[in-house]
């Protein structure tokens, strides 16, 4: 079975601004919203089974009706998003600006049209965040990355990959304080959670883990 996933990638924007900085902010913000897209075409360059060059689409919840006013519900602008990016046969990255958004929950599910066989979920910038009830199978690297995010609650995950499938870590937390990771299964050919550069505060408690290299951590980088 082949699995079509999309790279879905949580991006942070300025939020509006009405001052005579404005649009040095916005210049700003353009040069690092083209940083983080250049990471996002190294990241899947290596997993790319092609020779073609790589066009990403981006995505953006608020192109879909989001109101990101923190009482209005977006569930359906989010699913909307999810819909276009997984129904495209080109890559896609899905934006989601630095807004308070509400949500009820919803299910974002593929196949996708995408001929890439990508797997990956990653979380950056992210604060107040609670991922449960996850399922991921048979990536082509890790499972779930945290990336500089604040208060984390990941639970009741399902992560699993071959025994002798390489680079397939379960959870990496990368520069992230407050996360609490806590009733999951994770069997994959690599670390089950591997924790990096700068992470605070990191709890693991009720982990099933096999059979791959268990908890890995850098001393020098986290507490």
Same mark, same amino acid.
């Not at 913000?29 to 940083?35: D, G, K």
């Not at 991921?136 to 071959?162: G, R, W, Y």
């Given at each position: 079975m082949v699995f079509f996933v999309i790279l879905l990638t949580i991006l942070v924007s300025s939020p509006s601004c009405f001052s005579s900085d404005c649009q040095n902010l916005k210049n #700003?913000? #353009? %040069? %690092? &919203? =083209?940083?983080q897209a250049n990471k996002f075409r190294k990241l899947t360059k290596g997993m790319i089974n092609s020779t073609r060059a790589v066009s990403i689409q981006t995505v953006n919840v608020d192109d879909f009706g989001a109101k990101a006013d923190g009482r209005t519900d977006d569930s359906q602008a989010f699913k909307k998003a999810w819909d276009k990016a997984c129904g495209s046969s080109q890559l896609s990255l899905i934006l989601i600006p630095n807004r308070t958004y509400y949500m009820n929950p919803i299910n974002l599910s593929g196949p996708c049209k995408s001929a890439l066989k990508l797997e990956a979920l990653t979380f950056s910038k992210c604060t107040n965040l609670r991922v449960t009830n996850l399922r991921?199978?048979? *990536? +082509? +690297?890790?499972? &779930? /990355?945290?990336?500089?995010? +604040? /208060? &984390?609650?990941?639970? =009741?995950?399902?992560?699993? #990959? *071959?025994e002798k499938s390489p680079n397939t870590d379960g959870i990496h937390v990368s520069g992230t304080q407050n996360i609490s990771i806590k009733n999951s299964v994770i069997k994959t050919g690599d670390d089950c959670i591997s924790i990096v550069s700068g992470s605070r505060n990191v709890q693991a408690t009720g982990i099933v883990c096999g059979p791959g290299h268990g908890i890995r951590y850098i001393l020098d980088e986290v507490t």
């Open positions: #700003a913000e #353009a %040069r %690092r &919203v =083209n940083h991921i199978k048979n *990536p +082509q +690297q890790m499972h &779930v /990355n945290f990336q500089d995010c +604040q /208060n &984390v609650e990941a639970s =009741n995950l399902t992560l699993t #990959a *071959p």
